[in-house]
């Protein structure tokens, strides 16, 4: 298929675009599976009186889930030193959660999760490092130094106190969706946080989140690491997200960072969703983002067109360059400043089971973005599956559709989505990847009412210019997720 693959799959966007949101959700008597994955409980826990029956009048929430991965690069080029080999992966588990139920105002949340790897799809134990997609269901970190795939974690835990009806404070182990930090639970096990935070909806139509977080877990970690923070000299073991910025190092930043994450959403205004939101790593960065969408209904119609700011402020004063992820800064204009800013912008148009996108983005010729917490900075916009396109100086243009047919009561659970992405990166840096056209697609069938399986296909033609590596490849995702 290789790079073909594009050419072909333009007949299904153009099919999409003309057949009149785009993806069904998973929704069971105890939970509902959103489209971007999240979990949202339908049935909790009631309010008792003693705290024996917060314990026996708890609840479980059970979910088996099996992911698998093949990476087929267009080019190897692992037999002359480089980093591109043909790859697959799997994981085969799931999560048991458990919810106390409230007593005077306090319940508590335990969730295990579970990731084993059957072995005869995945790649050897010397072979690790070439794990693409695949690396999140299991610890590169402990495969690498003499133990073993699979891992079983506490994903959640916290103690949950609701001061209002409307007002939530939440401290240890937990999940938490804004702009910047997300749970992106794609894969076997889901990023989380270790601190405190406060989600209140006590002011009319808005919805304010605060919060403050001592660690992180990314989703291919057992225990917690540092919240920003890369050590070179153990690479898997501190903060080793895709998206890190590999200048900021345990020995220049340290290994004990915070990270301040403010957001306050409002609907006051009719048809308007607007969001203002903050992060911070204290003496390291700051972020300011805004954010607007507003819609347009037209009969059965509604075009939403929206916008999302985001300015990076430098508060390292680094005497060492910063300004590339990569850490080759050759070409930027400022290289030892994070200063930089984003703008994206998107139209949605939506009738019934459609969903059609026409989204743009562009990094300023400063930094790149520094977003290591999953909260991907151009998505919702222009991120297409396994892309990242906020580096400085990159435009990114994407068409996008979908189409829920259990909505149109065609094909009762089964919805597709296809994404078509012009990445155009700046040839003039080394550190920076080659442009490309990015084809991807979900394919979505609702089993039986508690169970779901996904297929996803993602095609990148890259087009390298000044010695960059052709990163042209293939990717194949089958997931299967049953909820009991």
Same mark, same amino acid.
């Not at 835990?157 to 404070?169: E, F, G, N, W």
């Not at 240890?172 to 804004?178: A, I, L, P, S």
């Not at 919240?227 to 050590?231: C, H, P």
């Given at each position: 298929?290789?790079?073909?693959?594009?050419?072909l799959?333009?007949p299904a966007?153009a099919?999409?675009?003309?057949s &009149?949101?785009?993806q069904?959700?998973l929704?069971?008597?105890?939970v509902?599976?959103?489209?971007?994955?999240?979990?949202k *409980?339908?049935?909790?826990? /009631?309010a008792?009186d003693?705290? /024996?029956e $917060?314990?026996?009048?708890?609840?479980f929430?059970?979910?088996?889930?099996?992911?698998?991965?093949?990476?087929d690069? %267009?080019?190897?080029?692992?037999?002359?030193g480089?980093?591109?080999?043909d790859?697959k992966?799997?994981?085969?588990?799931?999560?048991?959660i458990?919810?106390s %139920?409230?007593?005077?105002?306090?319940?508590?949340?335990?969730?295990?999760?579970?990731?084993?790897?059957?072995?005869?799809f995945?790649?050897?134990?010397?072979?690790?490092?070439?794990?693409k997609a695949?690396?999140?269901?299991f610890s590169?970190?402990?495969? $690498?130094?003499?133990?073993?795939?699979?891992? &079983?974690v506490?994903?959640?835990?916290?103690?949950?106190?609701? %001061? &209002?009806?409307?007002?939530?404070?939440?401290a !240890?182990?937990?999940?938490?969706?804004?702009v910047f #930090?997300?749970?992106n639970d +794609?894969?076997?096990?889901?990023?989380?946080?270790?601190?405190?935070?406060? +989600?209140s909806? =006590?002011?009319?139509?808005?919805t304010?989140?605060l919060?403050?977080?001592v660690g992180?877990?990314l989703? =291919?970690?057992?225990?917690?690491h540092d919240?920003?923070?890369?050590?070179p000299?153990?690479?898997?073991?501190?903060?080793d997200?895709s998206?890190?910025?590999?200048?900021?190092?345990?020995s220049?930043?340290g290994?004990?960072?915070?990270?301040?994450?403010?957001?306050?959403t409002?609907?006051?205004i009719?048809?308007? /969703?607007a969001n203002?939101?903050y992060?911070r790593?204290?003496?390291?960065i700051?972020?300011? +983002?805004?954010?607007?969408h507003?819609?347009?209904?037209? !009969?059965?119609?509604k075009?939403?067109p !929206?916008?999302? @700011?985001?300015?990076?402020?430098?508060?390292?004063?680094a005497? *060492?360059?910063? $300004?590339n992820l990569?850490?080759?800064?050759?070409? @930027?204009? =400022?290289?030892?400043?994070?200063?930089?800013?984003?703008?994206c912008?998107r139209?949605?148009? /939506?009738?019934?089971?459609?969903l059609?996108?026409?989204?743009?983005?562009?990094v300023?010729?400063?930094?790149?973005?520094v977003?290591?917490?999953r909260?991907f900075?151009?998505?919702g916009?222009?991120?297409a599956?396994?892309? *990242?396109?906020?580096y400085?100086n #990159?435009?990114?243009y994407?068409i996008?559709?979908?189409?829920d047919?259990?909505k149109?009561?065609?094909?009762?659970?089964?919805s597709?989505?296809?994404? *078509?992405?012009?990445q155009?990166?700046?040839?003039?840096?080394p550190?920076?990847?080659?442009d490309?056209?990015v084809?991807?697609? =979900?394919?979505?069938q609702?089993? $039986?009412?508690?169970?779901?399986?996904?297929?996803?296909l !993602?095609?990148?033609?890259a087009?390298?210019?000044?010695g960059?590596?052709?990163?042209?490849?293939?990717?194949?995702?089958l997931?299967?997720?049953?909820?009991?």
């Open positions: 298929m290789k790079k073909n693959a594009i050419k799959a333009l966007i099919m999409l675009l003309v &009149t949101q785009a069904a959700t929704k069971t008597d105890k509902t599976l959103k489209g971007n994955m999240q979990v *409980y339908n049935k909790l826990p /009631k008792v003693t705290f /024996k $917060a314990l026996s009048e708890g609840m929430y059970g979910r088996f889930r099996t992911n698998f991965f093949y990476w690069w %267009a080019k190897e080029n692992y037999k002359s480089g980093k591109l080999k790859n992966n799997n994981g085969v588990g799931g999560s048991l458990y919810k %139920a409230p007593f005077k105002g306090v319940s508590a949340t335990v969730g295990m999760y579970t990731s084993q790897n059957l072995e005869f995945r790649m050897d134990k010397a072979d690790v490092k070439y794990a695949g690396k999140d269901t590169r970190y402990n495969v $690498a130094t003499g133990g073993h795939y699979g891992m &079983t506490l994903g959640q835990a916290y103690l949950q106190y609701d %001061a &209002t009806k409307k007002t939530s404070i939440v !240890g182990r937990q999940m938490f969706e804004t #930090t997300k749970s +794609t894969k076997m096990v889901p990023n989380t946080f270790d601190g405190v935070s406060v +989600t909806k =006590d002011i009319p139509k808005t304010v989140k919060a403050y977080f992180q877990k989703r =291919d970690h057992t225990s917690r919240i920003l923070a890369f050590d000299n153990n690479k898997w073991n501190q903060n997200d998206a890190v910025n590999k200048n900021l190092t345990v220049r930043i290994r004990d960072n915070k990270l301040f994450v403010a957001s306050v409002n609907k006051s009719k048809h308007l /969703k203002v939101s992060v790593v204290p003496g390291v700051s972020n300011v +983002t805004l954010e607007g507003y819609t347009i209904p037209i !009969g059965s119609l075009i939403v !929206g916008v999302r @700011y985001m300015m990076q402020f430098d508060d390292l004063n005497n *060492y360059g910063v $300004a990569k850490t080759n800064e050759t070409n @930027y204009k =400022d290289p030892n400043s994070l200063d930089s800013n984003l703008l912008a139209i949605d148009f /939506k009738q019934g089971g459609f059609g996108r026409l989204g743009y983005s562009k300023a010729d400063k930094a790149d973005i977003a290591p917490w909260g900075p151009t998505g916009f222009t991120r599956m396994a892309q *990242y396109n906020w400085a #990159t435009k990114t994407m996008r559709a979908g189409y047919f259990s149109a009561k065609i094909l009762p659970g089964f597709i989505m296809a994404r *078509y992405a012009i155009d990166f700046d040839d003039t840096k550190g920076v990847q080659a490309s056209n084809f991807h697609m =979900d394919l979505r609702n089993i $039986a009412g508690n169970s779901e399986l996904k297929f996803r !993602g095609v990148v033609d087009k390298p210019t000044n960059k590596t052709d990163i042209s490849y293939n990717e194949y995702r997931e299967y997720n049953y909820f009991f």
